[in-house]
Nanobody, 123 residues
Framework: QVQLVESGGGLVQAGGSLRLSCAAS????????MGWFRQVPGKQREFVAA????????YSTDAAKGRFTISRDNAKNTVYLQMNSLKPEDTAVYYC????????????????WGQGTQVTVSS
């Protein structure tokens, strides 16, 4: 049974940083992409960043502005999201996801999801 467990969320002031972690278990994740999405109540889940098994990275427009960095440790089946210069509009529940193959931005194409971790950025 695949499990994804996120951690690292919390309350931070605008301009601060958080590092999210997601540990995956239950199967081999060779050739699986790992990624992050976020969702605000009443809005659709949106893609944040993803990383392929071989290290290729894909970022959303916002994350691509240099504030977020995704990384992964394949030996630990863990993906990280370093978030710097946080803004109140980054407030959301952040979800970890994995999928076989390459990273894609559409959430419906991801195979497994974590429960989410709340990130709240105060102004």
């Amino acid at each position: 049974q695949v499990q994804l467990v996120e951690s690292g969320g919390g309350l931070v002031q605008a301009g601060g940083s958080l590092r999210l972690s997601c540990a995956a278990s239950g199967r081999s994740f060779s050739n699986y992409a790992m990624g992050w999405f976020r969702q605000v109540p009443g809005k659709q889940r949106e893609f944040v960043a993803a990383m392929s098994w071989t290290g290729g990275k894909t970022y959303s427009t916002d994350a691509a502005k240099g504030r977020f960095t995704i990384s992964r440790d394949n030996a630990k089946n863990t993906v990280y999201l370093q978030m710097n210069s946080l803004k109140p509009e980054d407030t959301a529940v952040y979800y970890c996801a994995v999928r076989a193959g390459v990273a894609v931005v559409h959430g419906s194409h991801w195979d497994y999801w974590g429960q989410g971790t709340q990130v709240t950025v105060s102004s």
